[in-house]
């Protein structure tokens, strides 16, 4: 079994930065894909970025140049360093690892918002 554990999540003002961290333990046994989505009220979820076991990474259009996805192999954790946030980005943010099955996080809410 794996967890995971977001941390990071807030309000923040239309503008504003936010960094979430996801922490993976359990049953982990290389270096897996990780990332983040999203969902907000009455929509479906939605990928945000994915980096692969060789650092590659993959964005939302709508987050391209905005946000920045990385980890950190030694602690088996993945950032989301968020910046310009919109009040669009408004979400519950979930953590996501693949290792033979997909693992999610409980979630944590960013809300952008004057």
Known sequence: QVQLVESGGGLVQPGESLRLSCAASGSIFSIVPM???????????????????????????????????????????????????????????YCWLLSGSAYWGQGTQVTVSS
């Not at 990928?47 to 980890?71: E, M, P």
């Open 35 to 93: 990332g983040w989505y999203r969902q907000a009220p009455g929509k479906q979820r939605e990928l945000v970025a994915t980096i692969t076991s060789r650092d590659w990474t993959n964005y939302a259009d709508s987050v391209k140049g905005r946000f920045t996805i990385s980890r950190d192999n030694a602690k088996n954790t993945v950032h989301l360093q968020m910046t310009s946030l919109k009040p669009e980005d408004t979400a519950v943010y």
